[in-house]
């Protein structure tokens, strides 16, 4: 039997590299069945929204409408001349800005194609350099796993219609990994650091998770010159690597730094919006428990797999004296546990991608280093079902995608379309800020806190909520209108004594991707009921089927249907 790696121009211990011939049978095989999951969900998924290209979520309308206001108005924000740091991406939203200021109809379709571009460079990356999966002659679990990884484990056609920032995030994270396995073979001066802290920058003014691979960097650095670690060919100094993971803690914290400053100069908090609101609710402080980590890791089973399965390759080095791969294992280790301590896992499994893209990627490079020979088909066995028992859930979510879709459009997308059609130019409030902001014109008032300052610090200094108060100030100041706004929304920004309900929209198909199955509609003050009653009835013709909308008579009939519990 061939054996399992084939390494060329190898300049560290553990970077492996793949045939020209290898990387050609995994572009084809996981290729095409990535293109053709891709493309199947996505044409059900326009099927589902009756014709329209829906994400998922609303997220992605969100980069969208500070896109659109950023090419027509030069405004950093959701409502044109009012900077908000609403994204938490902003070389992401910025560059579909970019694009859509050169091409305005393309805006839409951006996510969509900027994805698939990315997958086709994780796929690519994972073709050249692991070699642990791909097609073997008369291997048929080499095929099985080859066809099943970016499907099933990467999660990639999922991640395309998430239509969010991650998969390039994760391509960035992946090129970090790459480079930082090099560098075993430098000295880490910084002309030979200076790749590597150039994809780290720019993976930081993408996500701010950067920093925990950054953390991992400087931690593997410093393990990888140990001597129970270290390697005959590593002459690191220990000043060079502090310096070199301090480095690399430093281009990854820089854009995060950069865009507080800015924030500062426009008279906004030096964190976005929405990382005070999201702090404001959640309650978490800097540190968690070892039991709290856990906790938020077990959540995505994917994850507490990766890394028992790294804690076994650190602990197998021990043993065999074998290191290749403790630097790469290493700072994937250190950057799950940061990620568990201090950073979000979950929606829809958009937070976590990276993660998991590169805790696949370097256990896939490092059990080259363990199946060899005879011992790669068993390896391969206990891979695929490894995975294939702790994926159901993304597989799910696969599968729910056109539903997703279907839920996207036919509540929050005909939110947005609402308040363009009946209130386009004058001030509304919700905490959907995405399609609502994307279709309208106008002031807006975001009860959530991203888009609107204000509210963010009010959940900051009123442990999570909005005071009653507060809202009705902001209302009356900015002369809204109109109020769409799921229910439980009501639980963090109080809604005020003279809020007035007009109606309600229920979604009658199963919810896979909103909050709540209803939307409901406020008039802020007594005398805008009637007209936001008659808009509403008037409105009610456009909605799609599977969305029924209530009157207030239909509501109260409603409510003696079916009290509440």
């Excluded at 800005?97 to 805006?107: D, K, N, Y």
């Excluded at 802290?197 to 691979?213: D, K, N, P, Q, S």
């Excluded at 393990?223 to 060079?240: N, P, S």
């Excluded at 390896?379 to 799910?396: E, K, P, Q």
Aim: include cysteine.
């Amino acid at each position: 039997m061939r054996p399992a790696v084939t390494v060329l121009s190898v300049t560290a211990p553990g970077d492996i590299r793949a045939t020209a011939e290898e990387r050609r049978r995994f572009l084809i095989v996981a290729g095409s069945a990535t293109a053709l999951v891709t493309a199947v969900i996505v044409a059900l998924s326009v099927r589902a929204a009756d014709g329209h290209l829906v994400y998922v979520i609303d997220d992605p309308a969100i980069h969208m409408s500070m896109a659109r206001q950023l090419a027509q108005h030069g405004t950093w924000g959701v409502t044109a001349g009012i900077y908000e740091p609403a994204s938490s991406a902003p070389l992401w939203t910025a560059v579909l800005g970019l694009i859509a200021w050169v091409i305005p109809s393309s805006l839409n379709l951006l996510p969509l194609l900027l994805n698939i571009v990315a997958v086709g460079a994780v796929l690519w990356i994972f073709a050249s350099y692991q070699v642990f999966v791909t097609p073997r002659r008369a291997d048929p679990m080499s095929w099985i796993a080859t066809i099943t990884m970016p499907v099933v484990l990467l999660f990639l056609p999922g991640l395309i219609m998430l239509g969010m920032e991650h998969v390039l995030h994760s391509v960035l994270c992946l090129i970090a990994m790459v480079l930082l396995v090099r560098l075993e073979g430098s000295q880490l001066r910084l002309r030979e650091l200076a790749p590597l802290l150039a994809v780290v920058f720019v993976a930081g003014t993408i996500r701010v998770e950067t920093v925990f691979l950054a953390l991992g960097i400087a931690i593997g650095f410093l393990v990888r010159r140990t001597t129970q670690f270290g390697d005959a060919q590593i002459q690191w100094k220990r000043g060079a690597a502090l310096r070199a993971g301090a480095l690399a803690v430093g281009a990854a914290a820089t854009p995060f730094i950069i865009y507080g400053v800015v924030n500062r100069a426009f008279h906004r908090s030096f964190l976005p919006n929405s990382v005070i609101a999201k702090a404001a609710q959640s309650g978490r402080g800097p540190l968690q428990s070892p039991g709290k980590v856990l906790e938020a890791l077990a959540s995505d089973p994917i994850l507490i797999l990766l890394g028992l399965a790294a804690a076994a390759y650190l602990c197998w080095v021990g043993v065999s004296g074998h290191r290749d791969h403790v630097l790469a294992v290493t700072t994937f280790l250190v950057a799950l546990l940061a990620q568990g301590m201090w950073g979000d896992i979950g929606w829809w499994g958009r937070y976590q991608a990276w993660l998991i893209m590169l805790g696949v990627l370097v256990l896939c490079r490092a059990a080259s280093e363990i199946a060899v020979g005879v011992l790669l088909r068993p390896a391969l066995l206990v891979f695929l079902l490894a995975y294939g028992t702790v994926s159901t859930g993304r597989t799910g979510l696969t599968s729910a995608t056109p539903l997703a879709s279907s839920n996207t459009y036919r509540q929050r997308y005909q939110l947005g379309k609402f308040f363009a059609a009946e209130y386009q130019g004058r001030a509304i409030a919700t905490g959907e800020l995405g399609y609502a902001t994307l279709f309208h014109d106008g002031p807006a008032v975001d009860l959530l806190g991203l888009g609107t300052y204000d509210v963010a610090i009010a959940m900051r200094d009123h442990d999570g909520t909005v005071p009653a108060s507060t809202v009705a100030r902001l209302l009356h100041d900015r002369h809204v209108r109109v109020v769409g706004i799921y229910p439980a929304t009501l639980g963090v920004s109080k809604p005020p004594k003279a809020f007035w309900q007009a109606g309600r929209w229920r979604l009658t198909e199963e919810n896979v991707s909103t909050f709540q199955d209803t939307v409901e509609f406020f008039a802020p003050r007594a005398r805008y009921r009637h007209e936001l009653e008659r808009k509403l009835a008037h409105f009610s013709r456009e909605l799609p089927s599977r969305v029924k909308y209530l009157d207030r008579a239909a509501m109260l009939e409603d409510f003696f249907k079916h009290p509440p519990q």
